[in-house]
């Protein structure tokens, strides 16, 4: 079992806890001497504070605590992804508090807290906080935000600018679009959408005043760097007088990477009333109002080329909603994590993208799955289409003939991957697009299109076909680059691994990663397994508590299968030569001449002369005979710094039928062929890319936040925010192809984000397929039954 | 203020004194202890709280502690075996129908619903039957994967060995 | 996520309960399955003084034959129950029809029929139902028991003929006349599962022309509400494909077409011609 344990389909460990119930999320902890924190939001989306009278709210039965923004002495929430990085482009910073202070810049936008004795006198308590409102008007249109005479949120934003970064070569690309035979112009609008783990976010604070020190349970993706910018930047408590822990999570698809006000609420509301417990646990509303949102773009596109199907230029424009202030990585998501691989596969030899960082009165944006790369993709994916349509050509041999050769690698894409900053620069270092393609095509029937619309039309059906061919960055990312560039957490991005053999040969590797679904403490385990040729029970993954876990960049940028293996891998790589160099103690033989088999130390030419893993990690761990300078335990740790990023791709084509009546769309089959490299667990990248899949499907056909023109959220809750159903879904057909990643080890690549970052684009162009006899060319996301339906009436049917 | 609750859970009488706003899933969660029913959302959409009420699935967030009153509970801690597995949960598991597993004990308890009165549905009907729990991990795919291998499970009769391995 | 504080009881009799009502006026709701007070209470959106749980009222369980062949369903009869009955769905097969997309399974299991007809959402399912089946609902009050027709019921949104210290007791289906079909047709809001629009038909011929037509629909204005015009530009025709867009054309008129972020008004009356033409088709379909 243990040698082909990796990239094999094995169950995963985790499960047994899920699905007894015996999983533990943040708000299933409990603890003596519990308190409960609610908190007020704002009901207004720009409105100054002129006093707040929290008199009653101390009266109420079971209340400990009131707390306003005055009563907070902390900074405001650090901003650790300025645009640009380090380059020097000027972004002018409004970061929340852990309570607002003078004003309010977005509906729940928090105002003040209450801790109580139970969460029902809490809930009840903040009913009663009085704030005296001057309401202000507000702007939620992204692009009208920039616009003379709309309301100005902050001094130092005029015209409600964030930041205009740009990336590309201008002049060059002013040229190629000049100079084209065909150009095709498109604005399109990638809409807001509201992530919605299950799981909503959480905290619980802990004071000990014995010795001055904090705990903090919170929901999070990243507790190592929460902690770093919770001590560094928010409350000036030293770092190591703070404990972050997440437990389980319920998934969080990007929302739970960021630092947020609640988590320094509750580690003040501890010390205030004396090292209790505190809990915050947000609603679902809440959730909605005061967690990230993620997209939000208005993107005009500009793709050039000639009437041979060659493109020649891609010039973009985007303007990206921020929000009312910002989240902690808010503006590297549309500039750095988008525009720099907005040419997709394709060899477009100009592109430029210039981005402006946008407020409204409205809640924050920041990396929701995908983070940049999705809006991306659908840009080049709606823009291939359309100039395919343009010059009449198949959609799939325009892709075909501009993809990146498979000899062209590693390829220096212009957008600028690479900086000229130090020459750091990254590559997209392998791919091959073609075969990915042709397989989708050939499993979906690209060939029989025309019959299968015929064939819907019998059933007063249209029907519509949609390509995407994708490639998306993962295992984010070289220090140097980020070292070189600022951008990123403007600190490092390597990940970390410790790895103990202990006295009874059980294994313990702790991560600095940390996973929200997608089976980290498996697929770890599946590699621990294979590198010291060990049963995977032997084995156990530990990650998510500083204390006891190595400092980590936490999970996201579907980082954690190409860095943190590869930090897991060698690791073991440093127990297995330790072990090696024990074992020639024990057996008293040279170390060149140990060779290891599996969990055996064996002497060459003498396998009878042996010793487990587990007898070397009795003895070394003992310590009672230690060769000269060796010393005890069998206990390593390693850091792994990235060579480069990976590049999975793929081809996804959906299938969709449009309802001639009504207009509803129905999602009938969906093909996905992609690529990411080898695999340690094939069941978990299938349901890795069924998830993304899934949600990419939802912001095409249903989900949309929508603000009315006064900032309040329309779809302020899960009956007005459509989340993709069961039965909306059909089966999913995967399929693959396997070009291993040259950048680590196991030529793994990351799966998180794939599906969402391809789906979405396939939806879209498979919906406009369907209504191309109506004459049309683009229509917005999400592709609701009324919006479908009005687009029919535009134009008579043609066929 | 508050009120006298009796409530068999898992086969167990439980007593417990409750406001009347006390919605059944604070009452299973804060006062007995069995976190295993979840809470994802305000709006009774998301059947993360799912558990059989007379052997029926309901959402707990939608039912005050004080109606369950002298009824049955079941959570998904009282659906396994000791120490083994019901055949959803197994399938569930052997299929990967979860990922960050937070739907799955409210998804599991839909299945079983569905399961009772339908012991062989299809597709299309096991999709119908779990339209009230959101999973936004799995895309449904392998959810739908589990509940038909179950489906055959019991069909079959087969005991679910316990504490089935990898 | 956690209702305001309220008084709690729980009647035994149906006289019980209707004193209660009558001595808390305007401050009492009744609970019944709970699935659309309680969310309103989590909300705050409603925060009741009083609840008045009737789930203990055993006079209000179960589903009836009424002896012209028509049904009763008690107050509290589930919507399960109804799914789950060979009697509603051979007798008044559009009741399975509307009910197996209400909601979902756990709502079904909670929530009772008459539950959504006291509480008259403009986009909930049942009242086109009933209307379209010339339903009657009994009331009963401190001062006795009153039977009202579905056609004068639903007055509003949220508003209808029950007055604070009434409560409904039963539904009563009347025995439909031979040989109709029945059919129910929708669109759903996808993230709330209620209607946009949502059409009940019960269509007859006799000798090759309609006789019978009937037809609810909801989720267009403020209340469900018989498409009269519909019904009379149908009655009489052939009941051929013409015939029925023809009248269905008729689906919208004479009400206030609602608008919201899911539907405009344009939209919604369109939706409302289409998916009374296809319950007519699909009712006809049906027809003996
Ligand atoms: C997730 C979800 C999805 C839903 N989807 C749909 C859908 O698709 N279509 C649809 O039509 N509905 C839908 N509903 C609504 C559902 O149909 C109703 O909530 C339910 O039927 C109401 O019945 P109840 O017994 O739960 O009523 P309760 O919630 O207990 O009461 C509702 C209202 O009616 C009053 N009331 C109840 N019974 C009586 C009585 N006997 N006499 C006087 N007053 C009374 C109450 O005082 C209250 O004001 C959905 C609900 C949920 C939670
Ligand atoms: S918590 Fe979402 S339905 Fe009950
Ligand atoms: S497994 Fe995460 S929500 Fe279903």
Redesign the interface.
Known sequence: MTTDVLGSPVKRVEDPRFITGKGRYLDDIQMTGMTYMAILRSPYANANIRSIDTSAAKAMPGVILVLTGADVPYNPLPMAWPAGGSSGVQNNINMPRALATDDVKWTGEGVAAVIAETPEQAADAVEVVHVDWEPLPAVVDTEGATQPGAPQLHENAPNNVVFVWTVGDKAGTDAAVDAAEVVVRQRIVNQRLIPNPMEVRGDIGLYNPGTDEYTVWMSSQTPHIQRLLLTAFVTGIPEHKVRCISPDVGGAFGTKIFCYADMALVMLASKLIGGRPVKWVETRRENYQSTTHGRDHVTYLEIAGKRDGEVTGLRVKTYANLGGRLSTIGPGVPTTLYARVLAGCYKIPNVYCEVTGVYTNTTFVDAYRGAGRPEATYVIERAMDLFAAEIGMDRAAVRRKNFIAPDAFPYDNPSGLGTAVNGEKIYIDSGNYEPALNKALMTVGYDDLDKAKAEARTRGKHLGLGLSTYIEVCGVAPSKWIGAVGEGWGAAMWESANLKVHLTGKVILTMGTQPQGQGHETTYSQIIASELGLAMDDIIVQHSDTLGTPFGYGSYGSRTSSVGSTAAIKAAGKVREKARRYAAHMLEASVDDIEVVGAEYRVKGSPEKKKTLQEIAFALDLGFSLPEGMEPYLDETAYHDTPNCTWPFGTHIAVVEVDEDTGKVDLVRYVAVDDVGNKINPMIVDGQLHGGIAQGVGQALWEEAIYGDDGQLLSGSMLDYALPRASWMPNLELDETVTPSPVNPIGVKGVGEAGTIASTAAVANAVIDALKPFGVRHLDMPFTAPKVWRAMQSQEVRS | MTEQVRLTVNGVPRDVEVEPRRLLVQTLREDLGLTGTHVGCDTSQCGACTVHLDGRAVKSCTVLAIQADGHVVTTIEGMAPDGGLHAIQAAFWAKHGLQCGFCTPGMIMSAADLLESNPDPTDDEIRHAIEGNICRCTGYHNIVAAIREAASTLRAGTDVPAAANA | ????????D?PTTVAEAVDILARNPGTAKV?AG??SL??L????LARPER?V?I?GLAELRGIRALPDGGLAIGALVTY?EVLDSALATSRVPLLAMAIADI?????R??GTVAGSIAHADPASDMPAVVLALEASLVVRSGSGERVVNATSFFEGAFVTDLAEDELLTEIRIPAQPTGVGMAYRH?EQ????YSIVGAAAVVGRTGGSITTARIGVTGVADAAYRASAVEAALIGTDGGAAAIAAAAAHAAEGVAVGSD????AI?RA??AR?HVR?AIEAALGAAG
């Open positions: 996520m956690i209702p305001a504080a309220f008084e709690y729980r609970l709970g699935q309680l969310g209470m989590r909300l705050r609840l749980d789930g399960r909601g979902d399974v756990q709502v299991n909670r669109l996808p993230a709330s599962g972020i899911h539907a405009d939209y369109e939706m289409v296809r």
